[in-house]
């Protein structure tokens, strides 16, 4: 069985892997970029690069955890015996990245338990954005960085202060549901970021450049090590269930009851529930 590792020693492996693998991504982008595959929809497409960048993380993580359990967004599941699993997502943002938009990142999760963000507990995460080189990291008990410096939620003083970032499904039905919650929503609070990397956009909390990040339909490797950080930087983290989908929001403390249930609210009233 591999040594025990602090939350610590975990995040200095899982930022030395998302280092090399966050140079592969940027060294592939500027050779350019071959769409490999579509998955949930047209627009939702894979890259070579993704499943490259994939394989090197897994292949490290192997060579330095071979008991750990692996859940990755191209190559799936790999079952270990030492109840840790790493949540990898090689290229958050891959539409971004087709793009050349520099929106997109390298995120590793390292918890304990299931690939499955309701039942996990958090041990490690680090995100880093490959064009611009800002590492985002954060351990258990010991507070999240960014660049080494720590990071702090901010604290708006009313929901209509808010700065919320969100996203969108690839599916049109998911969109168009997502709208109409919007809709309810741009209202009631400051204004809404769009990003398009659920990785960057909870880390995003974190750092206090907005205040609160809702999506419904996000999969656990969008979401697991950029959670860490939010978390770890005094986030709250909500998650529910409507009409089958997890609706996920990270925020700060200052607003999280009320902007959960708005949301909701708001999500009840759009799907009918």
């Not at 060579?63 to 290229?91: H, L, Q």
Request: proline content about 4%; some cysteine; charged content about 25%.
């Amino acid at each position: 069985m591999p040594e025990l590792l602090t939350p610590s020693r975990f995040a200095d492996l899982a930022e030395s892997i998302a280092r090399d693998a966050a140079a592969l991504a940027a060294r592939r982008r500027s050779e350019g970029v071959e769409v490999a595959d579509r998955k949930s929809s047209i627009v939702d497409v894979v890259t070579a690069a993704d499943r490259e960048v994939e394989a090197l993380i897994r292949a490290r993580i192997a060579e330095a955890r071979p008991d750990d359990a692996f859940f990755g967004e191209e190559s799936g599941t790999g079952t270990g015996t030492s109840g840790i699993t790493w949540v990898v997502d090689p290229i958050d943002g891959t539409v971004n990245y087709l793009y050349g938009s520099t929106e997109y990142g390298v995120s590793i999760g390292v918890v304990r338990g299931p690939a499955d963000p309701a039942a996990w507990e958090p041990i490690a995460g680090v995100v880093v954005a490959p064009a611009t080189g800002v590492v985002y990291r954060a351990a258990v008990g010991e507070g999240a960085t960014r660049d080494g410096a720590p990071l702090h939620v901010g604290s708006p003083a009313s929901l209509a202060e808010t700065l919320l970032a969100t996203g969108f499904g690839y599916t049109a039905d998911r969109r168009r549901q997502q709208v109409s919650v919007l809709a309810g929503l741009i209202g009631e609070v400051r204004d809404i970021r769009r990003g398009g990397a659920a990785s960057l956009d909870c880390c995003a909390v974190g750092a206090g450049t907005v205040d609160a990040y809702y999506e419904r339909g996000i999969n656990p490797w969008d979401m697991a090590a950029g959670s860490i950080v939010a978390r770890e930087a005094g986030a709250e983290i909500r998650i529910w269930e409507a009409d089958g989908v997890r609706s996920f929001l990270f925020a700060s403390p200052a607003i999280a009851d009320d902007l959960s249930d708005l949301l909701r609210h708001l999500e009840a009233t759009v799907l009918g529930a």
